[in-house]
């Protein structure tokens, strides 16, 4: 079956150390997107892709870094740059030429040990 | 810049009765508007959307949603909640389709319904 895939479920990252998010969809999708879960803040946007080997900052970018060398694939690395991590992460996609709904991987909750 | 506005961050029903969850959005032109439901631990899952046209929208599972440009609002419905409609719910609002280049979805703080048997 088709899908985003978002792993590991649980990460845990110790100061000062960068931690890498996978995120791979097989929906032969455009688009992808990250975005950060706190709880009470809904959802706000880190980083958004819409073609391959370019991507384009969201509103709240800082202390993070993406990358997307291949369409089916967008890690995100939260560098040690992010004081306040922890949160539950979400990867999403989507066809661009499609004016439908955002496909949503299952999160990574990342916690600071 | 626009904004999404969910007042209520809890509501509790009765397995059964009606549910109404309130969603107002700051917006200049007419917006792209959606509903998502997420369960915990999971990602975000489509209930219905609002493009254009009429201004009364049905979902999935049930749910329906009203578009009343004068209130800035699209507020959710149910008429008869069932235990798995227990989540957290985000409203959601766009300035073009969601696939569109520079397109950003702003979201709600989400609302979480917690159902009474």
């Known amino acids: 079956d088709g899908g985003i895939t978002q792993s590991p479920k649980y990460l845990f990252r110790k100061e000062g150390q960068n931690v890498t998010l996978s995120c791979e969809q097989n929906?032969?999708?455009?688009?992808m997107y990250w975005y950060r879960q706190d709880p009470g803040q809904g959802l706000r946007l880190i980083y958004y892709?819409?073609?391959?080997?370019?991507?384009q900052k969201g509103d709240i970018a800082e202390g993070y870094s993406v990358s997307r060398e291949k369409k089916e694939s967008f890690p995100l690395t939260v560098t040690s740059a992010q004081k306040n991590p922890t949160a539950f992460y979400l990867c999403?996609?989507?066809?661009?030429?499609?004016?439908?709904?955002?496909?949503f991987g299952s999160g990574t909750q990342l916690s600071v040990l | 810049a626009q904004s999404v506005t969910q007042p209520d961050i809890h509501i509790t029903v009765s397995e059964g009765a009606s549910l109404e969850l309130r969603c107002n959005y700051s917006?200049?032109?007419?917006?792209?508007l959606f509903w998502y439901v997420q369960s915990p631990g999971q990602g975000l899952q489509l209930l219905l959307k609002y493009f254009s046209g009429d201004t009364l929208v049905q979902g999935i599972k049930g749910f329906e949603a009203e578009f009343k440009r004068s209130q800035s609002s699209f507020n959710l419905r149910k008429p008869s909640v069932h235990w798995s409609d227990a989540a957290e719910y985000f409203c959601?609002?766009?300035?073009?389709?969601?696939?569109?280049?520079?397109?950003?979805?702003?979201f709600g703080g989400g609302t979480r319904v917690l159902v009474k048997p």
């Open positions: 959601a609002v766009g300035a073009s389709p969601p696939g569109a280049a520079g397109n950003k979805l702003t």
């Open positions: 892709s819409h073609i391959v080997n370019d991507f």
């Open positions: 999403a996609s989507i066809r661009t030429s499609e004016c439908e709904k955002l496909f």
């Open positions: 917006y200049g032109a007419t917006p792209y």
């Open positions: 929906l032969n999708h455009d688009a």
